[in-house]
């Protein structure tokens, strides 16, 4: 895999104390890659971002960031009662439209990188498969990248991040606890919770409007099993 080297302003060190635990996708909602570089490179200082790196829908790989330092690729968020997620973790920027220009399915030339980059990020910091998640998972409230199209599930197949097993869950606990326990700030809203849970591991639910956001026995389900996996992983 070639990794196009093109070093951004926009980073610092990792707080102190801060180690590599998570591993952040992104999609950069940008209309075309040059723009997501012009964001990424630091040209545009009222948006001072950066990540590690960037996946193209071609499958080119650029590194705005080495490993080491902290990217500005999280904003605001929570996850785990962590606070400050740049300093302890690694993001990846994938190219796609998102929700604003014509969102769309990632191409196969592009996920296949995309998984090549993740576990080899993943094996060299050790990162626990309930700790590659999604930049809606941490911010639910502001933001939906990946989305409901990114292929979870496959990854998940590959050995990065979780995906609910079926009839690992009766549906019976009370949803808003489970994803606490998961990880989800418990202070924002619980539609704003289940609607994110949802965009990562129950995203049929986006084919019909108002099921989203609505905890049903399955969604309970779900989260029972990805809870029971994350504790016998931790």
């Known amino acids: 895999m070639k990794i196009t080297d093109t070093p ?9 104390g801060k180690k590599i635990k998570y591993l952040i996708l992104h999609y950069t909602g940008t209309p075309d890659v040059a723009k997501a570089k012009y964001y990424l490179q630091g040209q545009d200082p009222a948006h001072p971002v950066s990540a590690h790196y960037l996946v193209d829908e071609d499958g080119s790989v650029t590194r705005f960031v080495a490993e080491e330092m902290r990217a500005w690729h999280a904003g605001k968020s929570w996850w785990e009662g962590e606070e400050d997620i740049n300093s302890c973790s690694i993001g990846i920027e994938i190219q796609n439209p998102g929700h604003d220009f014509g969102y769309r399915a ?3 030339a592009q996920m296949n990188v995309v998984k090549t980059l993740c576990l080899e990020i993943i094996a060299r910091h050790n990162i626990l498969p309930q700790h ?16 409901e199209l990114f292929p979870w599930q496959a990854l998940s197949e590959q050995g990065i991040g979780l995906w609910p097993k ?4 009766d549906g019976a606990d009370d949803l808003a606890k489970i994803l606490t326990a ?4 418990p202070r924002l809203d619980v539609k704003v919770r289940v609607t994110a849970f949802q965009r990562h591991y129950e995203p049929e639910v986006f084919l019909t409007p108002d099921r989203v956001g609505v905890s049903t026995a399955n969604t309970v389900k779900l989260a029972q099993s990805l809870l029971k996996q994350k504790q016998a992983r931790s």
Do not use: L, Q, T, W
């Open 106 to 108: 990632f191409p196969d």
């Open 132 to 147: 590659v998640i999604a930049h809606s998972d941490i911010a639910p409230a502001r933001k939906e990248d990946p989305g």
């Open 182 to 185: 998961y990880g989800y700030d």
């Open 166 to 169: 079926n009839g690992d869950g």
């Open 8 to 16: 951004s302003p926009n980073f610092g060190p990792r707080a102190e």
